[in-house]
């Protein structure tokens, strides 16, 4: 179906998608069924056209009303909808919102749900259109969307919510990836994939394209043979990857008349920051919110470089500095601040003008005073939760006050803590002052969020930064001036060609490093540009034209936010016109939907902006619990069977079940049928006998002899480094709490990749490029990267395993002791340089003999260290709960 704009639309390739939830029928059971369900996504150059084509048969034998519901990015605009019924097209036609605004008006008349697009998640919102269909009629859905991917700590990302709520019997998802510059990672995460499912998964990758396509069968979604019409397909599908990236820093691709230019130059050194965290401490604040800004400070604070300079501004009814002046991040400043950080209480009123004033004329002072060190930069992050309400209240003044004081010398970054704070006065005050606004979501994770949100302003490269073309070369091009550009991100500038533009087309970027200035040049051969965009499997042509459009309409859109009233008609007027001439539905205009004769005429779809999302209970979405998280973000999700074949349907380690009812010879002598020695003959016991516990941790010794060790650490030795292995590139640390029998938390860090999976009871966090994602427990995840897998299932069991290391599991454990559990697989894959408290049982490990008197005691030498072992039951959590009984050596540590 042709995208209704100028010229045709061609495929793609992926960056960043946060592509789409596939949540497309609510339907009555066996009475709707969807044959086929397709996405093809196309994103080339970073520009991403996805098509999602449902098909639909009524079963029933009376009229029935489909819903066609999906979620799809913010930054996305729609570009087109249709349904074909019975061969008849109804198209889906783009006006201007004032236009559409008549049937709108009706429709909400008549009580019916006229906004058919809605905020759904922190990064997605959902379309939705309803009809009746006729019995036995079939209907095709066709949605098609389009988004320019961002790069964001160093990584593209597409995210696809995959949710048919039935079985499929033609369901697939084709992401097709070209990026001229080379792809140099590529990793994919689901929510509900399985070892299993995973067959139907399928990634081909070479230098300049990747294919990831997912086609399970029907008995691949089946959930289970007792639940035969229920779909396991209920959750997230992410692709991550990033592009190499040349000395010149710069990439200039050119399609039909039309270039864009994506700049992120490697290996520049981090500019010196000097900047002030304004932290809302009102009463508002209380609670989980003030609770979770601490730990956010705390880890941030932990993060600022030797270079920097900092101060801490709390403020509710009164602003106050936590020291007079800026001061260096040495190891003693931020120690001191991180105590004055856990101190922080909630109380009181928001006075937002004060604080921001404060935190500018600190700047200013050590300005004057030359205590800024040259050519570093300077930023106010400010984290609010509610509107002014002490001092100056009115958002307009404050705003002017604001930009009155900074007077473009420093930038300011807001954020927004839940939806009660107006977020479009945040976003004016952001970008009034070369700053930006987010949004952080009530949600587990706030404190990752406000951390990852840190992370991007945190590595400043470069400031001042200004594309230059030839005027005798270029038009129309997009913002070509920026402030500051940070590490992970990348700027883009997109233009027209003049028609008689030369041969080969160059450009010059120039700015500003810590001391001194720099000019980048980049060239590229037009003819040869031209040529390497006519894949005709993995591009939709003339998408550069569709790409510039859609940068000039987002950044037309942004200028109207901090532009006065006088001006702002002028720059909605341009941005309108192209909405319309390149079919998007953006906040300025409204697709109206057709329909059958005999049912209301028509629905309207308008997009929705963040503002209008206050005092809406928006559900928070992570990209994968996520969160995000992630998007999403607490995913829906209905996992399947367990997340990795080593796990038994009894939930045990095959190859190293427990012992119970098995006859084996040990070292030192005969092993009962319980598994262990004989052991004495029970004494007479009280009626109630003590519940056998769990270990701290049971290791899996190689060898035949003894395969399990089964040890108690008895003393509170704090955060402790339970295996380091230089050879495996593995390292685990931990704090065991001897009181309540558990682990408060597990660190597991990788080299290759270079990533770190830290869980606690209440989730994981994985963190990777500095970018962090969080994941409830017992949620299905399967990741696929470079080098590593790592898998969970509702079970609650995470195992971070490769083909040539030893897998680490991590569990959330309900049974007796209940917590977080340690497990460990093929350890016979340690290197000879292990070590750690748990480490050194992988090491000269000797048994002495069993002594004559007593078999169930013996010495085990560890690294020339006798350590006295006996033979105890205790229960196998590796089983899960509740749990079996197993008899294992016991050391105690």
């Not at 084709?174 to 399985?194: A, K, N, R, V």
């Not at 070479?206 to 396991?232: C, I, M, W, Y």
């Not at 998007?631 to 045990?652: E, L, N």
């Not at 962090?772 to 990267?785: C, D, E, F, G, P």
Request: aromatic share 8%; proline share 5%; with cysteine.
């Amino acid at each position: 179906m042709k995208t209704p704009a100028p010229g045709r639309a061609c495929g793609v390739v992926l960056v960043l998608l946060s592509l789409a939830t596939l949540q497309t029928l609510r339907a009555q059971k066996n009475d709707i069924d969807i044959y086929s369900l397709t996405v093809d996504s196309r994103v080339s150059s970073r520009f991403a056209h996805t098509v999602v084509t449902s098909r639909v048969v009524n079963k029933a034998s009376t009229l029935q009303e489909v819903t066609f519901q999906m979620e799809l990015p913010k930054k996305a605009f729609i570009t087109n909808f249709s349904m074909i019924i019975d061969g008849v097209t109804y198209p889906g036609n783009i006006k201007e919102k004032a236009a559409a605004q008549e049937q709108y008006s009706a429709a909400v008349e008549r009580g019916e749900s006229a906004g058919l697009v809605k905020a759904t998640g922190r990064k997605t919102e959902q379309f939705q259109v309803s009809v009746s269909v006729a019995p036995a009629a079939k209907i095709t859905f066709e949605l098609v969307y389009e988004e320019l991917l961002v790069r964001h700590l160093g990584a593209y990302e597409l995210l696809l919510k995959v949710q048919p709520q039935q079985l499929v019997k033609h369901l697939q998802m084709d992401i097709y990836i070209f990026e001229p510059q080379g792809i140099s990672f590529l990793e994919t995460e689901s929510t509900f994939m399985t070892n299993e499912l995973a067959e139907a998964l399928t990634t081909t990758q070479n230098k300049t394209k990747a294919h990831v396509r997912f086609r399970p069968t029907l008995s691949q979604q089946q959930k289970s043979p007792e639940q035969q019409q229920d779909t396991v397909l209920d959750g997230n599908f992410i692709v991550r990857y990033d592009v190499d990236r040349t000395a010149s820093g710069g990439s200039i691709q050119i399609e039909n008349g039309y270039f864009v230019h994506y700049f992120a130059p490697e290996h520049l050194a981090t500019i010196p920051k000097n900047v002030i965290f304004v932290i809302d401490k009102s009463g508002s604040m209380s609670g989980r919110k003030i609770q979770q800004t601490r730990e956010a400070l705390i880890k941030i604070l932990g993060d600022l470089g030797p270079r920097d300079q900092f101060n801490l501004i709390s403020f509710s009814g009164e602003a106050t500095p936590w020291k007079p002046q800026l001061v260096a991040a040495s190891a003693e400043n931020v120690n001191e601040a991180k105590s004055y950080a856990t101190a922080i209480q909630a109380q009181g009123g928001t006075n937002i003008n004060d604080a921001i004033l404060m935190a500018v004329q600190l700047l200013e002072r050590a300005n004057r005073e030359e205590l800024l060190p040259p050519g570093s930069v300077t930023l106010i992050i400010l984290l609010t939760d509610g509107d002014p309400t002490v001092g100056e209240t009115n958002p307009s003044e404050i705003q002017k006050n604001v930009q009155e004081a900074i007077d473009g010398q420093h930038s300011l970054f807001c954020l927004g803590f839940g939806f009660d704070v107006s977020y479009a006065f945040l976003e004016k005050l952001a970008l009034d002052n070369g700053g930006l606004a987010r949004r952080i979501y009530e949600d587990s994770d706030s404190a990752l969020q406000l951390q990852d949100f840190y992370q991007e302003v945190a590595n400043p490269l470069m400031t001042s930064v200004a594309f230059e073309y030839p005027s005798n070369t270029v038009e129309a091009v997009t913002q070509d001036a920026f402030r500051l550009f940070f590490k992970g991100s990348e700027l883009v500038v997109a233009g027209k060609l003049r028609d008689q533009s030369p041969d080969v087309f160059s450009a010059k970027v120039r700015g500003q490093l810590h001391m001194e200035n720099i000019t980048f040049v980049t060239e590229s051969r037009v003819a040869e540009q031209e040529e390497a965009f006519w894949s005709p499997r993995y591009i939709f042509h003339s998408f550069m034209e569709r790409l510039w459009a859609y940068l000039t309409i987002q950044q037309l859109l942004e200028q109207t936010v901090s532009t006065p009233d006088a001006e702002k008609q002028a720059l909605e007027a341009r941005a309108l016109n192209l909405s319309l001439s390149y079919s998007f539905v953006t906040p300025l205009t409204s697709m109206v939907i057709t329909k059958p004769e005999g049912q209301e005429q028509s629905q309207v779809a308008e997009k929705p902006v963040e503002n209008e999302n206050r005092h809406r209970n928006v559900h928070s979405g992570h990209t994968l619990f996520r969160y995000h998280s992630v998007g999403g973000k607490a995913s829906r999700v209905s996992g399947g069977s367990s997340a990795d074949p080593v796990f038994s349907k009894r939930r045990g380690w095959r190859g190293q079940g427990s012992l119970r009812g098995t006859a084996r010879v040990g070292q030192g002598g005969p092993i009962s049928q319980q598994g262990g020695p004989a052991l004495p003959a029970p004494r007479t016991t009280p009626a109630v006998p003590a519940p056998i516990q769990p270990p701290s941790v049971i290791l899996p010794l190689p060898g035949r002899s003894v395969d399990r060790l089964c040890v108690d650490l008895k003393r509170s030795q704090g955060p402790t480094n339970l295996l380091s292995d230089p050879g495996q590139g593995i390292e685990v640390t931990g704090h065991y709490e001897t009181e309540k029998g558990h682990f408060s938390w597990i660190e597991v860090t990788f080299e290759k990749p270079q990533l770190q999976v830290r869980a606690s009871p209440e989730h994981v966090v994985v963190t990777r490029n500095r970018r962090s994602s969080a994941y409830k427990w017992k949620k299905t995840l399967y990741s696929v990267m470079p080098g590593l897998k790592m898998t969970m299932d509702k079970a609650g069991l995470l195992l971070l395993s490769s083909p040539d290391r030893v897998t680490i599991g991590l569990l959330s454990w309900d049974g007796p002791g209940a917590g977080l559990r340690l497990l460990l697989r093929d350890t016979d894959r340690f290197s000879s340089h292990i070590n750690g408290t748990l480490g050194q049982f992988y090491q000269d490990v000797l048994w002495e003999p069993l002594a004559a008197a007593d078999d169930s005691k013996r010495t085990l030498k560890v690294q020339g260290h006798d350590h006295s072992a006996t033979r105890e039951l205790k229960l196998d959590y590796q089983e899960g709960p509740p749990g079996t009984e197993i008899s294992c050596w016991s050391v105690e540590l």
